[in-house]
């Protein structure tokens, strides 16, 4: 049987009073890629911030490798070196060269050696075509080439299971597919465990083998991703893929 990474259980979500998420349940095994949909303020982001620790979570269980986590900021902080996550915006330390903002979380916080993690990064910096940029500032970069520098930091701690927030989306066009042809061979290559929320609706049906449809904090239903792409189960997600084209 494939190991599971993820299972969320009857996740419900508050910002103060107000429920954002509605009773979550899904699982992720290894190697899996789901794409969340859905309208904007369907509660994509905060589930996936949820997921990393970077929102609490009222009732329900989170599931990690099996074991269910205590979801207390220490637990979270180990658990975020085995979840990586890259967001829309570039969250690249300013003051730091690319390969040092690489560098950092593996050395300080996984006590990993410095040559070697170094070597590695050089590796995946190649592997993006941006070795020539090690020493460069993210000051120097374009969005396109931040955004494949952040997705390197991140596998750069050797997560079991990566979440992308819109990782596209403030990219002017011409760098959009470079950014996704990284992702896509995660998945092939690598095949990586991934949750990814995407306007690219053509990205989303190459790379999704399953797609969890959202709206109003609700998963509205969870599909195979061919199939989503072809035959939704729902009026509203059918209505929402003829928004998107
Ligand atoms: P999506 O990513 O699908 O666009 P979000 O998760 O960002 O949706 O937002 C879901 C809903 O929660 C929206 O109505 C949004 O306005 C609201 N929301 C998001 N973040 C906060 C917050 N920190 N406090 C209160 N409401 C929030
Ligand atoms: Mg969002």
Redesign the pocket.
């Known amino acids: 049987m494939t190991e599971e990474i993820l299972k969320v259980e009857h996740l419900n979500k508050f910002y103060g009073d107000w429920q954002v998420l509605h009773d979550i349940n899904f699982d992720l095994k290894k190697g899996e890629v789901v794409t969340l949909l859905g309208p904007s303020g369907s509660g994509?982001?905060t589930l996936i911030r949820t997921l990393n620790g970077l929102e609490p979570f009222r009732k329900g269980s989170i599931y990690f490798k099996g074991k269910k986590i205590d979801p207390t900021p220490k637990e979270w902080q180990k658990l975020r070196q085995e979840i990586g996550m890259v967001f829309q915006s570039y969250d690249l330390f300013p003051n730091l060269t690319v390969l040092d903002n690489i560098l950092l979380a593996p050395t300080k916080v996984q006590g990993r050696n410095r040559a070697d993690v170094k070597k590695e990064a050089m590796e995946l910096l190649d592997r993006v075509d941006l070795a020539d940029q090690a020493n460069s500032y993210p000051r120097q970069l374009s969005g396109g080439q931040k955004q494949r520098i952040a997705i390197v930091r991140a596998l750069a701690m050797h997560p079991e299971l990566m979440l992308f927030?819109?990782v596209t989306a403030s990219l002017d066009p011409e760098m959009v597919r470079g950014v996704l042809e990284i992702i896509k061979e995660l998945s092939d290559r690598d095949h990586m465990t991934m949750i990814i929320?995407t306007h690219e609706m053509n990205f989303a049906a190459q790379i999704a083998d399953r797609v969890l449809f959202l709206e109003n904090g609700r998963i509205l239903e969870e599909t195979p991703g061919k199939q989503f792409f072809e035959h939704p189960q729902t009026a509203r997600a059918a209505e929402f893929l003829s928004s998107m084209e």
Do not use: T
């Open positions: 994509k982001s927030d819109e929320v």
